[in-house]
């Protein structure tokens, strides 16, 4: 297979992973752009599933031009589909502004966004890829992911890969895996992750913490890093989970209460 038939075979997939029926309308997006009404012979049932995203990606590779270095790239009424300079694939949900610099690709990869984006990132590792919004700023290496972010509010979904989560303004960050979702809410001051087992909510605001099922082993890395106190624990309890509520405690008295609950050995060092 060459390179060209495997970029296809794999922005098809990715397209096909975020379609939405409904929002993308090839005969207007044809129309919009030569001025003339385009009939597709296609009956109704080839526009579902991965069928329907291959067929997008086609037309969309016809009347979509590939965006030049240092521009901003606006999806108006339609889904928007761009590939960047460093081969990155972008989808743009309706509504969505995404910019990036005329260096992009040179020394740094950084964009930033404001709406509804999917990303199938290239890798480079010695260029992380770096999304910037008003809430957070989201770093990678090489991986898919959604971002969805306005002025109040940023969230990550994650489908393969690592991406570091680093909320504006806020002391702790989290690297985000396959499955795992982090939301920062800027007017709340308020951070929450999830993975399909585990997850946690930190406001600064209430100085609370709320763990579920969280290995501790984390819990003491948010810990250290909220509280900017080096946290120490065995190896073995590490992945003891944690199941708990703080509302405005210190750090002293969490580990507190976490040792006497859990007969562990947590220390500050």
């Known amino acids: 297979m060459s390179n060209n038939e495997n970029n296809l075979e794999k922005s098809v997939r990715f397209v096909a992973m975020h379609y939405k029926p409904g929002i993308f309308n090839p005969d207007e997006s044809l129309e919009k752009i030569t001025g003339k009404r385009k009939r597709f012979l296609l009956r109704p049932a080839v526009w579902s599933g991965a069928a ?9 590779g016809t009347i979509l031009l590939q965006p030049e270095k240092g521009k901003t790239l606006t999806a108006d009424a339609f889904i928007t589909i761009s ?3 460093d081969e990155t ?6 509504g969505a502004t995404m910019a990036y610099d005329k260096h992009f690709g040179k020394e740094m990869r950084w964009v930033s966004l404001s709406g509804n984006a999917s990303f199938e990132v290239s890798k480079d590792k010695e260029k992380p890829f770096i999304v910037h919004t008003s809430a957070a700023e989201i770093t990678v290496l090489g991986t898919v992911f959604d971002v969805s972010a306005d002025e109040k509010s940023t969230r990550l979904e994650v489908h393969s890969g690592k991406v570091n989560f680093a909320p504006a303004n806020f002391p702790v960050s989290f690297i985000c895996t396959r499955e795992m979702h982090a939301q920062f809410d800027t007017q709340q001051s308020e951070l929450v992750v999830s993975s399909p087992e585990s997850s946690c909510t930190i406001n600064k605001t209430e100085n609370r913490f709320t763990f579920s099922n969280l290995a501790l082993g984390e819990v003491c890395r948010i810990l250290q890093q909220y509280y900017n106190q080096p946290v120490s624990l065995t190896e073995n309890e590490k992945s003891i989970r944690l199941t708990s509520a703080f509302i405005d405690k210190n750090i002293t008295e969490i580990i507190q209460i976490i040792n006497l609950t859990l007969d562990t ?3 500050l060092n």
């Open 89 to 94: 694939k972008i989808i743009l949900q309706p």
């Open 52 to 60: 329907a995203a291959a067929l997008i990606l086609i037309i969309a």
């Open 83 to 85: 590939v960047l300079p």
């Open 265 to 267: 050995h947590i220390e």
